[in-house]
């Protein structure tokens, strides 16, 4: 059964950090990208990155602040985030393709294949 799990969301004031983490089991996947979404709004894409994780793609909003990186060994994704603001606050999710694809879709959520439960990121100013 193939699962993605989510953790190390939570409360932080602005300007600090956070490191979610996405645990892949059941199968390897070859892009696995991160979304968020905050109340109100639609689900929007955060950063992507390639199977070996040479490439990675960031949303502008995030570009400087969030590092997306993986280790395949543990079948897991990270997102640094740093310099954290309100405007950060939402709903993280995981997301995971089982092959690889176009690299100018890895921003469109409808092309993942798997998705976690999501994980609160909440900011406080």
């Known amino acids: 059964q193939v699962q993605l799990v989510e953790s190390g969301g939570g409360l932080v004031q602005a300007g600090g950090s956070l490191r979610l983490a996405c645990a892949a089991s059941?199968?390897?996947?070859?892009?696995m990208g991160w979304f968020r979404q905050a109340p109100g709004k639609e689900r929007e894409f955060v950063a992507a990155?390639?199977?070996?994780?040479?490439?990675?793609s960031y949303a502008d909003s995030v570009k400087g602040r969030f590092t997306i990186s993986r280790d395949n060994a543990k079948n897991t994704v990270y997102l640094q985030m740093s310099t954290l603001t309100p405007e950060d606050t939402a709903v993280y999710y995981c997301?995971?393709?089982?092959?690889?694809?176009?690299?100018?879709?890895?921003?469109?959520?409808?092309?993942?294949?798997?998705w976690g439960q999501g994980i609160q990121v909440t900011v406080s100013s």
């Open positions: 997301a995971a393709k089982q092959r690889n694809g176009l690299r100018s879709r890895w921003d469109e959520s409808p092309w993942y294949d798997y």
């Open positions: 059941g199968r390897t996947f070859s892009t």
């Open positions: 990155i390639g199977s070996s994780g040479g490439s990675t």
